[in-house]
């Protein structure tokens, strides 16, 4: 789950990396006066959880005298198509030179890796693509509770090696906060220290729990019903839905639905044992995605009985087409259940996706 800029930015506190002064404020309405300590001049950044604010007009520079007029304006925008519900009020800092640092997953290395470039600020995936040597990279051992100085130097390069503690304190946010992702672009030199100036941090779902967050914002309302019903679910782009039991099951049928042409709408495994409510909430689940066609039903009965599966999708009673590919024990039960209602039942998985397929494409 991603973390809101200010959000990150109490944490980075608590780290004692240092980041500006600053409030936040659901309406222009609820700026006090905290400013006017901030200087003559502030920042008002909009919460949202996209990068490129900046770009996008969702960064504004302005006298502190003005704070409620800009606040009122940067309320009525939308940066990157997203409303802006809060807004952070920070003083403005007087900005040396700009740095950039990351910490992700190195996912083939299984290790986290550090990012560090002197040219920070400016969009690191514009660095990367043009000038990939300006960017230094070291993986470390999670074992290790701070980076190696020897390390450090490669990593900083002609960088002030004041940088370092801050890059050491925000390497144990990433590892004490389960982070996927720990980010300041920019951290920048003032003539009074070191700040993160901005700060992401993307928490790992699998470690919310554990993080004392109970509700993932990330997740649409459905797939929070999903993980609710125990179903493993991931929305995709597509207009064939799909409904498996089994993650190897639905995902090779993902994979034929890619091979004969057409593009999955999500993934949707329900476990094991799918009972009739489940396989209904299955397939209106899937069925109110905008977008869906059709929808690719492929189970195979070994604990779960066909003739519940089929019971189930005929509770459904979904407005698209659902092709069906049923399997395994009370097959012929399940089968002749659906085929008094007229449903599509092709008997094997592949002409089961290629109906599909061609339902799609109509
Ligand atoms: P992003 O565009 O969403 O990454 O938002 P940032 O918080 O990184 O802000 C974008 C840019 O605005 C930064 O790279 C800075 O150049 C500028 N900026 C942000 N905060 C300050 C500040 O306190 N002082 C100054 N001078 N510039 C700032
Ligand atoms: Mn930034």
Redesign the pocket.
């Known amino acids: 789950m991603k973390l809101l800029?200010y959000e990150a930015k109490d944490i980075f506190r608590e780290y004692n990396i240092p980041v500006?002064k600053g409030y936040t404020v659901t309406k222009a309405g609820e700026i006090d006066g905290r400013e006017k300590e901030f200087g003559d001049?502030?920042?008002l950044?909009?919460q949202i959880d996209?990068?490129?604010?900046?770009?996008?007009g969702?960064?504004i520079?302005t006298k502190t005298g003005d704070a409620m007029q800009e606040a009122s304006k940067l309320f009525t925008k939308e940066i990157k198509g997203i409303p802006v519900e809060k807004i952070l009020i920070?003083?403005?800092?007087?900005?040396l030179k700009?740095y950039y640092v990351s910490i992700t997953i190195d996912r083939s290395k299984k290790i986290p890796v550090i990012l560090f470039s002197s040219d920070?600020?400016?969009?690191i995936e514009e660095t990367a693509r043009t000038n990939p040597d300006a960017i230094q990279t070291v993986r470390i051992t999670p074992i290790l509770h701070e980076i190696p100085s020897f390390m450090m130097r490669r990593l900083l390069k002609d960088a002030p090696k004041e940088l370092a503690p801050v890059i050491n304190s925000l390497y144990r946010v990433f590892c004490e906060k389960d982070a996927l992702l720990a980010e300041i672009?920019?951290l920048?030199v003032?003539e009074k220290g070191i700040?993160a100036?901005?700060?992401?941090l993307v928490i790992d779902d699998n470690a919310l729990y554990r993080q004392g967050i109970k509700v993932n914002r990330d997740l649409t309302d459905r797939e929070r019903r999903a993980e609710e019903f125990g179903f493993s679910y991931v929305e995709l782009e597509g207009s064939i839905g799909v409904i498996g039991n089994g993650a190897g099951l639905t995902m090779s049928t993902l994979d034929l639905i890619e091979y004969y042409g057409g593009k999955a709408a999500n993934f949707l495994d329900v476990g094991g044992g799918a009972a009739r409510d489940r396989v209904c909430n299955a397939v209106q689940l899937v069925s109110e995605m905008p977008g869906v066609k059709v929808i690719v039903v492929n189970l195979l009965g070994g604990i779960t009985r066909c003739d519940e599966v089929a019971a189930g999708i005929i509770d459904a009673g979904v407005p698209q087409k659902v092709v069906v590919r049923l399997a395994g024990t009370n097959e012929h039960a399940g089968r002749e259940m659906l085929k008094e209602k007229g449903y599509d039942m092709p008997d094997t998985m592949e002409d089961a996706v290629k109906t599909a397929v061609e339902v799609a494409e109509e």
């Open positions: 800029e500006a001049e502030i920042v950044k909009a996209v990068g490129g604010r900046g770009k996008a969702g960064i520079i920070e003083e403005k800092l007087p900005i700009e920070g600020g400016v969009e672009n920019p920048v003032t700040y100036a901005d700060a992401k």
